[in-house]
């Protein structure tokens, strides 16, 4: 099992810029994929984004496209999502999670979550 730390969530104004990260506590990071997955109140989760475990391809919620950045720091284990042009509909926990790839993204360890809300 991968532990998993999120951080960077906060309070933010509409428009504005956000970046989580999710630190892995194992070497064997490079060999998942990782990606992100939010939940708002009342609602089911949601995938929003993955990266292989190369870093070669991304994918990306269509809710979140053209505005978010997933990326990956093999040195410090860690994974990035950058959001940009943030909106009150993005408020959500979210959430780090690892997959054999990015087609299984969430079938292996998840962390505990890390709370964005964006005011309007």
């Known amino acids: 099992q991968v532990q998993l730390v999120e951080s960077g969530g906060g309070l933010v104004q509409a428009g504005g810029p956000l970046r989580l990260s999710c630190a892995a506590s194992r070497r064997t990071f490079s060999s998942y994929a990782m990606g992100w997955f939010r939940q708002a109140p009342g609602k089911e989760r949601e995938f929003v984004a993955a990266i292989a475990w190369n870093g070669g391809s991304t994918s990306y919620a269509d809710s979140v496209k053209g505005r978010s950045t997933i990326s990956r720091d093999y040195a410090k284990n860690t994974v990035y999502l950058q959001m940009n042009s943030l909106k009150p509909e993005d408020t959500a926990v979210y959430y780090c999670?690892?997959?054999?790839?990015?087609?299984?993204?969430?079938?292996?360890?998840w962390g505990q979550g890390t709370q964005v809300t964006v005011s309007s």
């Open positions: 999670a690892t997959g054999p790839s990015i087609a299984t993204m969430g079938t292996g360890s």
